[in-house]
């Protein structure tokens, strides 16, 4: 019952902990433990990552990437469309792999664990109810 609670927490928190990082929430750029540290730093490695599309759109995908991860997490966190959610999760994640994997090498993937949380939301989208949610509540009200 809580296994679904605790894998939403953990993806929602990663997703929350990564945009806290390029808005300077953990520290200063060079900072220990600090990826980005701001903004600028943030679309100059997504940029990377998306080297196949001009320079001029990175800062969209940035924006994009970000405003999903934010909503993603939310909706994780309070249980609501956990299936659909978890499944949009999931292909986020492997499309950050995908691009880290062509951009940085595989090891990359392995050191943020981009798998590993791609593969708790396919997981997650195959439970069978989720007691401790929005959709549960939804459902008790319909009855």
């Keep these: 019952m809580y296994n679904q609670l605790?894998?939403?927490?953990?993806?929602?928190?990663?997703?929350?902990?990564?945009?806290?990082?390029?808005?300077?929430?953990?520290?200063?750029?060079?900072?220990?433990?600090?990826?980005?540290?701001?903004?600028a730093n943030f679309v100059a490695y997504s940029n990377t990552l998306n080297f196949?599309?001009?320079?001029?759109?990175?800062?969209?995908?940035?924006?994009?990437?970000?405003?999903?991860?934010v909503v993603l997490a939310i909706l994780l966190l309070?249980?609501?469309?956990l299936r659909f959610t978890a499944f949009v999760a999931?292909?986020?994640l492997i499309s950050f792999a995908i691009v880290m994997t062509l951009s940085l090498g595989i090891k990359s993937t392995f050191d943020y664990s981009v798998w590993v949380g791609a593969a708790a939301c396919f997981l997650l989208?195959?439970?069978?109810?989720?007691?401790?949610?929005?959709?549960r509540y939804i459902e008790l009200r319909k009855k």
């Design 125 to 135: 989208r195959t439970a069978d109810n989720f007691p401790i949610s929005i959709d």
């Design 52 to 69: 196949f599309v001009p320079e001029s759109f990175g800062n969209i995908l940035a924006i994009g990437a970000t405003l999903l991860e």
């Design 90 to 92: 999931g292909i986020l």
């Design 6 to 39: 605790f894998v939403g927490i953990a993806v929602s928190t990663a997703f929350l902990s990564a945009v806290a990082d390029r808005f300077g929430v953990w520290g200063a750029p060079g900072a220990s433990h600090v990826s980005w540290g701001n903004w």
């Design 78 to 81: 309070i249980g609501y469309k």
